[in-house]
């Protein structure tokens, strides 16, 4: 009998390994497509764009959803590029030479529910290096961006699937938005335009960049504040993660959108790095049994929230509304994944005051100047106060060691 339990339990074992290999492996096959050279980048309004929103509407019809775009599975938007970093986008009608032409994917699992969840990625990305490429090298180099985002649309298709015949007290709107990296233009776009009542939007999860879930596991969750259940059943589905809540529904990154019409958001994130909009950002460096894991946890997420009805939005102090506005740069990348004292380097870059005063990644800077860094806001609030052309002392850790170094932005 226990012979027979063993085999059973052990049959029962190598099913579900298979399972997940399975998924894992169709995770990588779409990572793989998304960003492959053959693709250059995925810029919008590029042919590797289109390719790309041609791959993901076949994908959604191989799962089952049905079209819910302007054009079958798709949805286009016109509009002219910024002339500065802070001018407004106009969408626009007219074809001309000096516009460009966007496109969203947008499939639909209809449950015949009262509410939607709307469950998005995007999946645009820097081309050879637009605007927005940390990348300092005179040659010009591909950004694929499997990290950034080819992972968060790889989940999207995986959830897709999970929830394709299951927990059917919602409908799903499954959405991969374009013009993300240029300013969340293929979100804001919908909200505008949107193909089904947003009255009827229960809540919007988003994930971008989850493909670099690292040793110690760290997932950030942004919006729990945006709805009072959030917190709670973030948490109660946690038994693989060191879980880095953030209450705010804005950020860089599409559930900002919907966030401001008055909808409910998660995002999930699993932190910068040094490829982080840079050519090094290749399908190679993920983790793709982690990306099945946060997808595994979001569906569980989804399960649990089947039958609450509609979710109450919550308004959310937003930490962006504080950051301070500064003149020079550091030169590093943050790990935004970091909870301790002080702010921790992810990256630094060649040629910046950082670099050019040896601090190296994975240094924690606890002061600058007479400015005492306890976390990225009092970092972003001690950057403020220096001009160019100023040299001061920075203290870091390193390997447990406070050193001091001289800084000259």
Same mark, same amino acid.
Not at 120 to 128: K, R
Not at 353 to 379: N, R
């Given at each position: ?28 096959? %779409? ?77 639909? *699992? ?8 709307? *469950? @998005? ?10 605007? +927005?490429?940390? $990348? ?11 990290? %950034?985002?080819?992972?968060? #649309? ?66 950030? #969750? $942004? ?25 705010? @529904? #804005? ?29 090094? %950002? ?18 569980? =997420? =989804? ?27 550091? /030169?590093? #990348? ?10 921790? *380097?992810? +990256? ?20 600058? /100047? ?25 203290? =870091? ?13």
């Amino acid at each position: 009998m226990i012979n027979r339990i063993l085999i059973l339990t052990f049959f029962s074992f190598l099913f579900s390994f298979e399972s997940i290999a399975q998924t894992t492996t169709q995770i990588q096959t %779409d990572v793989a497509f998304l960003a492959d050279d053959k693709l250059e980048g995925r810029s919008t309004g590029t042919k590797g764009e289109k390719a790309a929103a041609a791959y993901i509407a076949k994908r959604f019809k191989e799962i089952g959803l049905e079209p819910k775009g302007t054009n079958e599975y798709f949805q286009d938007f016109t509009f002219k590029p910024k002339t500065h970093p802070h001018a407004k986008v106009d969408y626009t009608d007219s074809i001309s030479e000096n516009v460009i032409t966007g496109r969203n994917v947008l499939g639909f *699992i209809n449950n015949n529910a009262t509410n939607t969840i709307i *469950i @998005g990625a995007h999946f645009d990305h820097l081309g050879y290096g637009d605007n +927005g490429s940390l $990348y300092r090298g005179k040659e010009k180099l591909i950004h694929n961006g499997a990290d %950034d985002n080819a992972s968060g #649309v790889a989940v999207l298709l995986n959830l897709a699937e999970k929830l394709k015949n299951t927990n059917k007290g919602n409908n799903y709107l499954v959405m991969a938005f374009s013009g993300e990296e240029m300013g969340l233009l293929g979100s804001n776009y919908f909200v505008k335009h949107p193909t089904i009542s947003l009255d009827s939007a229960n809540y919007m999860l988003n994930m971008d960049m989850v493909g670099r879930l690292k040793k110690d596991s760290a997932l950030a #969750v $942004y919006g729990v504040g945006t709805s009072p259940y959030f917190k709670q059943v973030v948490e109660a589905y946690n038994n693989k993660f060191k879980l880095i809540k953030k209450e705010s @529904g #804005v950020g860089p990154s599409d559930h900002t959108s919907f966030y401001l019409n008055d909808i409910p958001v998660l995002h999930f994130f699993t932190g910068q790095h040094e490829d982080y909009h840079r050519p090094g %950002d290749d399908s190679d460096k993920l983790n793709y049994a982690g990306m099945e894991t946060i997808s595994t946890y979001i569906f569980n =997420i =989804i399960t649990d929230l089947d039958d609450n009805g509609k979710m109450p939005f919550r308004k959310t102090k937003n930490e962006s509304d504080n950051t301070p506005r500064f003149k020079i740069t550091l /030169g590093v #990348v943050p790990d935004y994944m970091y909870d301790g004292k002080g702010m921790r *380097i992810d +990256g630094v870059t060649e040629g910046k005051p950082a670099q050019k005063a040896g601090i190296q990644k994975g240094d924690v800077v606890i002061q600058l /100047g007479e400015h005492e860094i306890k976390d990225m806001m009092s970092y972003m609030k001690a950057l403020s106060k220096f001009e160019k052309g100023i040299t001061t002392k920075a203290k =870091i850790v390193r390997n447990k060691e406070t050193i001091e170094v001289e800084v000259t932005f």
